[in-house]
T-cell receptor, first 109, second 114 residues
Framework: EDQVTQSPEALRLQEGESSSLNCSYT??????LFWYRQDPGKGPEFLFT???AGEEKEKERLKATLTKKESFLHITAPKPEDSATYLC??????????FGAGTRLFVKA | ETGVTQTPRHLVMGMTNKKSLKCEQH?????MYWYKQSAKKPLELMFV???????ENNSVPSRFSPECPNSSHLFLHLHTLQPEDSALYLC?????????????FGSGTRLTVV
């Protein structure tokens, strides 16, 4: 059965304390892996798409990487405004996209 | 604004009520989706409408009924819901079956069934 698992469930950081969020997946075929950010009371907002192992993408303090079994979202020197829930999703073809349960990130000033 | 607009933002309904959620997009996308988001659970796909087909999750109860009158509008009709149906209902759109830019989501409707 296709599965996407995110860890940790919640992460508390001090401002400036770099860390990583994990998304591990077991799927029959990877068409693309997506990262989203979701703020309270809002829908998820697209961040990155990764297609193959070894690929990396960056946006401001965020960097996403992909291996054959997992993806990491690295957050460098986070700020309080980076606090949000980060969602990982894997598309295996067509309309089939499987989401993880998310990691809630709290960054304290 | 994300380009996908959902109304209402909040809805409280009794188990015997009938209500509808509305979603509208003017991005020129040709696929629209309903997702259910419950606390600490992954997003659950309920329905997909595209130019070619309608796809539904067979585990979605019949008390949820989608309608897609055109490529810009999507409705979710609700009737005789249960308290466990309380959740955030998200509408999303894409420009194709697989989009390099993922989904564009609305802000959701927070539904509470009492």
């Amino acid at each position: 059965e296709d599965q996407v698992t995110q860890s940790p469930e919640a992460l508390r950081l001090q401002e400036g304390e770099s860390s990583s969020l994990n998304c591990s997946y077991t799927v029959s075929g990877l068409r693309g892996l997506f990262w989203y950010r979701q703020d309270p009371g809002k829908g998820p907002e697209f961040l990155f798409t990764l297609y193959s192992a070894g690929e990396e993408k960056e946006k401001e303090r965020l960097k996403a990487t992909l291996t054959k079994k997992e993806s990491f979202l690295h957050i460098t020197a986070p700020k309080p405004e980076d606090s949000a829930t980060y969602l990982c999703a894997v598309n295996t073809g067509g309309f089939k996209t499987i989401f993880g349960a998310g990691t809630r990130l709290f960054v304290k000033a | 604004e994300t380009g996908v607009t959902q109304t209402p933002r909040h809805l409280v309904m009794g188990m015997t009520n009938k209500k509808s959620l509305k979603c509208e997009q003017h991005l020129g996308h040709n696929a629209m989706y309903w997702y259910k988001q419950s606390a600490k659970k992954p997003l659950e796909l309920m329905f997909v409408y595209s130019l070619e087909e309608r796809v539904e999750n067979n585990s979605v109860p019949s008390r949820f009924s989608p309608e897609c009158p055109n490529s810009s509008h999507l409705f979710l009709h609700l009737h005789t819901l249960q308290p466990e149906d309380s959740a955030l209902y998200l509408c999303a759109s894409t420009d194709d079956r697989f989009s390099n830019y993922g989904y564009t989501f609305g802000s959701g409707t927070r539904l509470t069934v009492v």
